[in-house]
């Protein structure tokens, strides 16, 4: 091959973007409507106060939940919106298993932000969960890699169309279930923590929504592979 | 180097070995009621889920341990982060927590030496990390004045480097080769400069 500096047709390559695109059917862009639905809920809404009664008497006590906590929660619930979206329209195993593990992340960060003891304690209980969790959903997506060779949800399902002898193994998918599961936990410690209602509200919806939102979508996904 | 068939075969089993180093890690974390402990166990499940990854021993795993290790990395980092404001074990200053251990004055260098000689060889990004993981080691084990303007500036450098071999791929095909030794070279000392900071700024004057 000739150098054909500036000008010719080696000036610039394109490389295509092979197997990794969106996959868009009526069902994910609902669950992206409703990831993007959250998003904006969390960044217009503002954060609960905490009331505490006094005894005896018939006053009561306002809790200012500060400025910083309030950000940190929001920029997380954010993040765990952008990352719901992700997971919604993915065209990819690896990358679905990759975003439910940020959503994980993000819902250990918006419950964190917390400064309880005992909401912390809740935080680094599903953080051990969601470490052990890692090994079910990155091994079912492996799993698939490996029995069929490709990670790609549009083949995955046409070969599953064209009756291919290799299907992706009930095993894989179990274990992408109960990786998804694992991610997921947060709704359980945030009623173990107790922070459903004030100091966790409205933020703490995201951490109840969007789990389910990637649960839904990973039934879809082991529907169709 | 092994053959595919008996590749093939080996894989069944490589799989059960990560299945059963499952159930022993599972069966310590159960028993461990320490939370240092248990932050410390969970460390073997990160492991597993590289393993499982590497199993696959194509270029595509090569290319799915990087984003798999990266999340894992964060989730070890934010349950850490966790378990020290759990514990309390900051300062207004900045963490607090260089416990004094003759291993931690005798090894660094010893370790330091060969990680960064392996990263060399190795190159590119892995190497960028194995060497970071080195230099890492030696400035927490051994303590330092924080003055990393110097490792900035390299770090600058190489980028620059990285952004040309990138340029070249691109305009001059035909010297891919230049590019893909230029790359991996710049993207070595990128890495490894910059990895070697985490962590270990905290927050002296000349930051």
Sequence with gaps: MSNTLFGGETLLATIPFADIVWYLSPYTLLLFSFAVIFTILAIISRPERYVDTAFGTDGYYLKEIPLDQMRFQRFMAIACGLAAMGASVTGDIFNFTLFSSLVGICCIGIVSGVKNKYVLQAAYEYGIVIMIAGVPLFGGAALIAATTGTLSIFELSAARALGAAVTAPLIAKLLLIVGVMGEGMAPFYILKADIARAQGAPYILNVCLIPVLVFLRVIEIVLTI | MIELETYVQIYPFALGAVFAIFLIAGYSLFREKNDLHRLLLTDLFEILVLAIIALLATDLAEALILPGMVVGISELLVISEIYIVKEKLYT????????????????????????????????????????????????????????????????????????????????????????????????????????????????????
């Design chain 2, 92 to 207: 207004n200053v900045g963490y607090h927590i260089r416990p004094q251990l003759e291993v931690m004055k005798s090894a660094p260098p010893y370790y330091t030496a060969a990680l960064v000689l392996i990263g060399i060889i190795l190159s590119g990004f892995l190497g960028g990390v194995v060497a970071a993981v080195g230099i890492l080691f030696y400035l927490i084990g051994l303590g330092h004045h924080e003055r990393f303007t110097l490792i900035e500036t390299i770090s600058g450098y190489a980028w620059a480097l990285w952004v040309v071999s990138f340029l070249v791929y691109f305009i001059l095909p035909d010297y891919w080769f230049f590019a893909i030794m230029l790359s991996a070279t710049a993207v070595l000392v990128k890495v490894a400069a910059k990895l070697s900071l985490i962590g270990t700024m905290q927050g002296e004057r000349h930051v």
